[in-house]
């Protein structure tokens, strides 16, 4: 349930009917927004008579929220809410590029590729250290080491690193890792994300293979539940019938997230097609849907990549993929990526 206060309410008066809808058994979560103050109650609302709350003085309405999900709800939190790691933001209105190899292999690759996608204009870098494979004979990736050289890329090329946890028991080298990345099998690993409610770092949730989005607002509210509200959503595509894409990208989750919540939300056009000349026009699509930013798998030599080569970029198709999704961006919003 929300309660939407009047314009212009005393602070006395805000607190009065905070103690008063406490003292009923409900929690309260405020939200001052631009326009409104808003109130959210979570708990077992049932007993509480919206009429007589609207017949209140300062109260300009009252909702019931049929969705489990609170904290992500936009109804609670109206204005985007806006991430800021080493500078570069994203959310409300800020785009941002995040690319990388998918998996860290060698410290020379890494820093090259770090050092290529951030004069392109990305502003995160993305490595795969712990690596989830279908197959056990795949590279399962450098663990610990893999971690190590993304900071020695972060140092090199200034850009905040995001990394995937696999387990809770690989946290202990995460200290340096600027974004966790939950990646799509774990999205309803629970105790998981119940932990990364703690962290007080951001978290990069991507969308589960076969998870409904409903399924990902979810897995985001335990997150937050747990105190983190440093959330970020990723579309990265959904298994279905067909087999001429690895996945199948579900651009419509953008403006329908949108609607739905605050958080920022990016598309991940790399293991959403699995092509490599497929992601730049999914890239302006995200954009022109408007997704808060992009992930995708940069290589400097793909042909040679031990992970996912196929779906990689060379760093000079993603500098041409960034100058074509800057005029989207400048178009849709009227600022550049």
């Known amino acids: 349930m929300i ?9 006395e008066q805000t607190n009065q009917l905070i103690l008063w809808l406490q003292a009923m058994g409900v929690e309260t979560h405020i939200t001052e927004g631009s326009l409104h103050t808003i109130i959210g109650l979570v708990g077992d609302t049932s007993k509480l008579d919206i009429d007589m709350i609207k017949a209140l003085e300062i109260v300009e309405n009252v909702q019931r929220i049929q969705e489990p999900y609170k904290n992500a709800n936009r109804m609670f939190h109206e204005d985007d809410t806006v991430i800021e790691v080493g500078g570069a933001k994203i959310g409300g209105g800020n785009f941002l590029a995040i690319a990388g190899p998918c998996s860290v292999e060698t410290e020379e690759q890494i820093i090259e590729v770090a050092l290529a996608v951030k004069a392109a204009g990305a502003g995160m870098l993305r490595g795969g250290a712990f690596k989830p494979r279908t197959s056990p004979y795949s590279f399962q990736g450098l663990g610990p080491e893999g971690i190590r050289l993304l900071v020695e890329a972060k140092k090199a090329s200034g850009l905040p690193i995001v990394t995937e946890i696999m387990d809770l028991s690989q946290l202990k080298y995460f200290d340096d890792v600027d974004v966790i990345q939950i990646g799509a099998r774990n999205m309803q690993n629970f105790e998981l994300l119940k932990e990364m409610g703690h962290t007080g770092k951001p978290i990069l949730l991507k969308r589960g293979l ?3 989005l409903e399924e990902l607002l979810m897995s985001a509210e335990y997150i937050m539940a747990g ?5 970020i959503l990723c579309e990265r595509g959904i298994r279905t019938f067909e087999t001429y894409t690895r996945n199948t990208l579900d651009v419509s ?6 609607g739905r919540t605050h958080l920022p939300i990016i598309l991940d056009p790399s293991h959403g097609t699995g092509v490599a000349k497929y992601v730049k026009p999914m890239s302006m699509a995200a954009a022109a849907a408007g997704a808060d930013g992009l992930i ?5 030599n793909p042909a040679r990549a031990l992970c996912d080569g196929p779906q990689s970029l ?7 993929l960034m100058q074509d999704v800057d005029r989207i961006v400048e178009v849709v919003r009227g600022t550049k990526a």
Do not use: C, M, W, Y
């Open 253 to 258: 989750a953008i403006p329908v997230l949108k």
């Open 296 to 300: 995708i798998e940069v290589h400097n």
């Open 227 to 231: 105190g983190n509200e440093q959330v």
């Open 210 to 212: 076969s998870s409904t």
């Open 314 to 320: 060379t760093p000079d198709a993603f500098r041409k």
């Open 3 to 11: 309660v939407q206060l009047k314009n212009n309410v005393k602070k």
